[in-house]
């Protein structure tokens, strides 16, 4: 089992920035991938980053230059630094751990950028 939990959400202006951090815990070694998704309402889940056990990072279209994954292994915690957001930003943002045979998901954090 892997356990992750989200945080650093909240409500900004356009234009204005947030880090979103996610803490994994239980059975790490098995993890071989981790990953940012969004999703808003009504809308299906995207693939917003990812990043490797190497380091090596992937990024949506819509969202290179303005967000940066990380990843500590030591401490366990990968980041999303975001950055210049955009109201079609708003979204619940999912950390995702992905392993051989599936993944794991976290609880979310909500993200709202509005004047």
């Known amino acids: 089992q892997v356990q992750l939990v989200e945080s650093g959400g909240g409500s900004v202006q356009p234009g204005g920035s947030l880090r979103l951090s996610c803490v994994a815990s239980?059975?790490?070694?098995?993890?071989?991938?981790m990953a940012w998704y969004r999703q808003a309402p009504g809308k299906q889940r995207e693939l917003v980053a990812s990043i490797t056990s190497g380091g090596g990072t992937s990024y949506a279209d819509s969202v290179k230059g303005r967000f940066t994954i990380s990843r500590d292994n030591a401490k366990n915690t990968v980041l999303l630094q975001i950055d210049s957001l955009k109201p079609e930003d708003t979204a619940v943002y999912y950390c995702?751990?992905?392993?051989?045979?599936?993944?794991?998901w976290g609880q979310g954090t909500q993200v709202t950028v509005s004047s």
């Open positions: 995702n751990a992905r392993v051989l045979v599936g993944s794991y």
């Open positions: 239980g059975r790490i070694f098995s993890i071989n991938t």
